[in-house]
Structures are given as C-alpha cells and as structure tokens.
C-alpha cells in the first residue's frame, strides 16, 4: 500500500516530488497497471474469502452506433463502484462488459455513410452491405470499450461479449426454436408500427410526440341523394382505404342512417354507415371513417363488423393503384393535392388548427404507420410467469415505484414484434421449402428440407429485433445455447452455475419496456428463475437546468471532454454524489468544481503525510491507537464504514458519497490534519486512517 501512494508506475517518480497533482498520468497508468495485472477478471482479487460469495453483474451493452454519453457514464460509475465494493469485501465477482449491435441504428448509421459516397445499399447487396456493418463495429466498439477505461471502469475484459458473436448466435437460435416448437413464437398478418424507411416496429420502439396538424371535415355523399355526412380525419389521405362511416350507436343524430351508405368522394365505392360504442361522440361530427389497414382501432372495428382491409400504399409508403389518380405518390407528399382536388370538387367542408400526439421511429424520427404486414410474433403469454414472479417480490426495484409502471405496462401487454426488415441482426432461423411448401425452424443450416427432402429451400429474409437477443444478455454470455442446450434438461457451463441468476442489474429507466421486461421474460421461461433480485433504475443526467439533454439544443456533455477537463474521478465523483434514487441528476458545473477541490485537498494531506512519516502501516496492523486524536478519528472512520456499507447495500449513492466527502475534508482534513502539527505522534496513526478511508473512498 506504502508503494501504491507514492509510486508512480510510468516513472517511479513519487507524488510528493510533484508540485501539483497530475490526473491524467495517474489515472492512465494505475488502469494500465490493473488491467495487465488482471485485477478486474474474475479469479483478479487474490482475497476471496469464500468461494460461495459470487457477485455477477452485466454491463447493458452500448450500441456500435458511435461514442459514449454521459449516462453512460453515470451508468458505468454506479456500476463500477458496487464492483470494487464487492470485490473488497471478498467476493467472487464478474462484470460482463460487451456491445449490442443495434440493429435499426447501425444500419442506418452505415446506409448514411454510404449514402454520402453516393452508393446505397442496394447496389451493394447483402452480403457486401454486411461486410461494411463489420467493419464499422470494429471501429465503433473499439472506441467505446477504450473509452470506458478512460472512465476507469473495471470490467472482465477477456469476457468482452458481442450480441452478434458465435456463441451468442448460437443461444439466440436455441431461444427462437424452443420457442418456435413450443408455439409460442408465430407468424401472421397483423397490424403493426410501420417505419417506412426501418419497416415492422414494436410497441415500445414508438415515441409519441405533440404535432400542430389539422382536423380535415370531409363530405361523404349519401348513395342516391344529394345529402352528405361530414367525418373528421387527421389523415385524409387515408380516405381511399375506407371501408365505412361509424357513429355511435347512442347517437341520435346519425340513427337514422345506420344501415345506409355512401360514396367515396373520387373514388365512386360505395361503403356502408355502421355503429359501434368506439366512436367518441364529441370527436368532430361525431361521424369517423374506418380504415381498417391503416388505423389500429379500426383495425379492431374492421375485424368485428368483417369489414374489407383495403391496403392504400406499400412499404415505402408509396400510394398503390387504390389511390386512383394519386398513385405513385408517397403518402405525406400527397396529402396537400389530395386535399386541393377535394377542395376543388366540394368535398370538403372545412379544416380546423388541431392538437395531436403523432408516433415516430425512435432511431430515425419517421413519422410511423399503423401498417398490415406478415411478421413474427412473440405471443405475450411467454411473460406470464415472470410477471408473477415479480408480484410475488422475488425481484426487487429500486426505487419501488418502477413495479407500478412495469404492472400498467404489461397489464395492456400485445403479442411482440419480433421480425425486422433489415439486412443487419440474427436473421430469422426459419426455412422454407419451394417443393412441399412447408416451414421449420432449425439451429443448424439444413441442406433439406425436414418434411420432404428436397433441396429448394431459403431462408426466411428477415433479421430478429435487436432486443431479443439482448433479452438473453445475462445468460447468452454465460454459456448458453453452445450447442448442448435443450436435450432433455437445461445444460448449464460453470459460469451459468456460478452466476445465474445475476445478482444486481443497474440500467436506466428508460429501457425497463425494451430491455429489462423482457429480460425478465426470457430468464424466467429458458432457466425459471428471474435473471437478477435487484433492480436499480437510474433517471436521466440532465442540464444545470433540468433540461433533457440535446444536439438541438446544443447542451450536450460529452464525458471524453469532462475527463479532460477535470479528471476521471472527478467526473465519477461528480456523477455519484447528484445519483439520488428516482430523481434526474442536474450536472451542475460547479458540482465538478467542488469535486477537483476535493481530490486536491485529499492530494494535500497525502504530500502532508508522507512529508512528516516514512512508513504508514494498515488500520488493522495498528494494536493500539494511542493518542486522542488517533483515536477520535478511528471512531469516526469505523461510524462512516459502517455508514457507506450501508448505502450500497441498498443503492444510496449520493447518501454514500455525501458520507464519505464529509468525514474526509471536514473531519480529517480541516481537523484532523491541522491538529496532527501540534501533536506529532498521531502523524502514523493519521496516515493508517487515511489509508483505509482511501480504500473506501
């Protein structure tokens, strides 16, 4: 330890020849040290006590999409800190660390590239195109995994995992054809989110933003007679897949017409006026169309009333030849000249400024569809266990109130979306077969067909969604699916045994629907248990101003700049002590003002010490603390142990931080070392405490 203070590894030069503290040479060299030394490894922490005490955490991968964020960096830092506290107290401890491929994002991060080389992928084929995505994960993942040893986070490097690597390929085609057979995993022609440039979307992957449109009051001519019904629609491109008119059955004003029908304005298609209790009677007229291919809720209506789905564009959004003079169109293009020929025509009545939420792509910011496709599906009943489970407390949140919002979430929980259309990802290990026309999902690549033997067989095209190979990150990087899983009971490695379940997930709440639900699903259903007791959900880092930070609004804090700035433990420092459970964290500037004082003072009073001492022996080694100084602050040091312990143990990190700046510049500093030049005997006493708080520290 005496050579730890004093000894720099790069030059051997001590601190107390140096005039000032020198972060960035510290910092770089000691992780270097460490890291060669295979500290951060599993079998790293030569004081194991007790080889039934295991401690597994997973790093939530960042996707090779670009760099690190600053909540990454609070991410990493909380996680780093319960990692060295584990590892001190004697644990067997593993944090995986590895990277997400990301589908949707990296492709599209690698089409823009390309695009402004003037190539699109097309011309490059699928092949080529992959080889590309490659390529840029190398570079990408590359940069991220040295940027968090820039954080100094302490991870199992030699584990460092890829979601698209061999072995976890391997356990996501296990996981999709256990459950294929089970069948739970189906395909069919439903309504789902439809990015016309990223196509199929789940649920979770739409984000609903305030839109400043207009209420579009349309005339729909009763057949045979010179009368109309007015509807309101926010999409009146739309029109052209209407299959009828509703009102509500409760509203007088239109029961007298229930039964009747209409002409579609253009288009001359007769379609019926029907009732049903969805329509909201203070919408518009209180008359709406149905478009059953293209709107969710008439989706339903469509399929209560059999009412004709009417595709009107294709997956690019394009008008079909059911737009009638409009086809070729794209969808949002066309809207202004459909209105200008209705308008021209006199079927519109008016148009109204009108407030509503409409939903995007979460990674590109296209304006989404309710869209009818083939696709494959995740049925929800796969969640029912873990749901159970976590009602029953076998988990935990942190704070308590994110199983509130997990329940609402999944009490209106749909079929899951699995399928994408993207060259990018786990393609789909579904095969097809031109002679027999039959399907089956295989883990292996068959040369035939299982059903008939021929040969013409192909691939489905399309590529799993991102999160369902991350929902099995806490066990397909613990040997799962190597091959030997699923022959009668669930074959475990050692790592599995050892460290399934995971102890602790720490992650931001912004991903508990994407990630962490469906973690919770798939450890349940392949493994019975769920993947981890705790679950500490972080909130967003905001501006000084609780502003959420954007390139928009040029507010951005790029943690690469902070550290070369300040220092890496004055950022995590920083980040730590404003972590306060269930409350966004403002990065104040002056928060890492204070936290540079501090590391200076700590600085100061280690050049103090070892000016006035040559050997500084450890707290335990000591058999007596003799004098009232020594013994005042041993007091204190064992109250703020027991204190921080206590604050990890239940996640309290800025109450541990807050305990620890405390006691070390108000108690030791400002009194302790300023009383040790009057009494010089507590000079070796001092230095032991000081370096037992610095273990804590």
């Known amino acids: 330890m005496q050579e730890n203070l004093t000894k720099n590894p790069t030059n051997g030069q001590t601190t107390k020849e140096a005039n000032t503290y020198q972060p960035k040479e510290i910092e770089s060299a000691y992780y270097k040290f460490c890291e060669e030394a295979g500290y951060f ?5 030569q004081k194991i006590q007790n080889a039934d005490k295991r401690f597994c955490i997973m790093l939530p991968p960042p ?12 991410n990493h830092t909380l996680i780093d800190i319960i990692v060295r506290y584990k590892r001190m107290d004697g644990f067997k401890t593993l944090w995986q660390p590895g990277l997400d491929h990301a589908g949707i994002a990296t492709q599209n991060v690698v089409e823009k590239q390309l695009l402004a080389q003037g190539i699109k992928k097309e011309e490059l084929g699928r092949e080529k195109f992959v080889e590309k995505v490659w390529e840029w994960k190398e570079k990408s ?4 995994l ?8 302490s991870p199992a490097w030699s584990r460092t995992r890829f979601t698209m690597d061999k072995g976890l390929q391997n356990a996501v085609k296990e996981a999709f054809v256990k459950l294929y057979d089970e069948g739970l995993i189906i395909q069919g022609k439903y309504m789902v989110n439809w990015c016309t440039h990223d196509g199929a979307l789940s649920d979770v992957e739409v984000e609903y933003q305030e839109n400043n449109g207009k209420l579009y009051y349309l005339r729909y001519f009763l057949k045979d007679s010179k009368d109309y019904v007015v509807v309101a629609t926010t999409r009146p491109e739309t029109y052209f897949g209407d299959s009828a008119v509703m009102v ?18 253009l288009l001359n298609r007769e379609i019926p006026i029907i009732a049903d209790s969805h329509v909201d009677m203070e919408f518009g007229t209180g008359a709406v169309k149905v478009t059953p291919a293209h709107d969710t809720n008439d989706y339903e209506v469509g399929k209560r009333h059999n009412l004709e789905q009417i595709v009107i564009f294709d997956k690019h959004g394009i008008l079909n030849e059911n737009a009638g003079e409009f086809a070729g169109l794209e969808r949002l293009e066309a809207r202004g000249q459909i209105i200008e020929k209705l308008e021209a025509l006199g079927f519109v009545e008016k148009i109204e400024e009108y407030k509503n939420k409409t939903g995007h792509c979460y990674r590109c910011g296209n304006i989404v569809e309710p869209y009818i496709s083939k696709q494959w599906f995740l049925k929800k009943e796969a969640a029912q266990k873990a749901i159970e489970k976590i009602n029953a407390d076998v988990s935990h949140f942190y704070p308590p109130q994110w199983k509130n919002n997990y329940n609402a979430w999944m009490r209106e929980l749909r079929d899951w979306c699995i399928s994408r259309q993207l060259w990018w990802g786990h393609q789909i290990p579904v095969f097809y077969c031109d002679s027999c026309g039959g399907q089956f999902a295989s883990v292996e690549s068959p040369k035939v067909c299982k059903h008939c033997g021929s040969e013409t067989i192909r691939q489905d095209c399309d590529v799993l969604d991102t999160w369902f190979s991350s929902a099995l990150w806490p066990f397909s990087t613990l040997g799962f699916g190597n091959g030997k899983w699923g022959e009668g009971e669930v074959w475990q490695t050692n790592d599995l045994e050892e460290f399934y379940p995971n ?3 720490i992650t931001g709440f912004d991903i508990l629907f994407f990630w962490v639900a469906r973690m919770l699903m798939m450890g349940e259903h392949f493994l019975s248990k769920l993947p981890y007791p705790d679950i500490y959900l972080h909130a967003l880092v905001r501006d000084e101003f609780g502003n959420k930070m954007s390139k928009s609004k040029g507010n951005i804090v790029d943690p690469l700049e902070k550290i070369e700035e300040y220092s890496a433990d004055v950022l995590r420092f920083t980040l730590a002590i404003l972590c306060a459970q269930g409350r966004d964290v403002k990065l104040v500037p002056n ?7 501090f590391t200076n003072k700590l600085y100061n009073a280690c050049n103090f010490l070892l000016l006035n001492a040559e050997k500084f022996p450890n707290l335990s080694e000591l058999k007596e603390i003799k004098t009232p100084l020594g013994k005042y602050l041993a007091q204190l040091l064992s109250k703020n142990i027991a204190e921080v312990r206590e604050c990890l143990e239940s996640y309290r990190f800025n109450d541990g931080a807050n305990t620890l700046y405390r ?3 108000g108690e030791f500093c400002d009194w302790g070392i300023e009383l040790s030049k009057v009494d010089k005997d507590s000079i070796i006493e001092l230095g032991a405490i000081f370096k037992e708080a610095m273990k804590l520290l």
Not at 63 to 74: C, K, Y
Not at 141 to 144: A, D, E, K, L, R
Not at 591 to 597: A, D, G, H, M
């Open 503 to 505: 102890s602790l997930l």
């Open 146 to 153: 040295n940027q968090m040893r820039k954080l100094g986070s």
């Open 663 to 665: 006691f070390l510049w």
């Open 63 to 74: 996707n090779v999409t670009g760099s690190l964020h600053i909540g990454h960096a609070l």
């Open 248 to 265: 509500n059955p409760e509203d007088s004003r239109f029961s007298h017409l229930v039964g009747k029908k209409v002409i579609l304005p």
């Open 41 to 45: 490894e599993v079998n790293g922490n």
């Open 591 to 597: 928060q890492l003002e204070i936290s540079k004082n």
């Open 141 to 144: 993942g590359g940069m991220i």
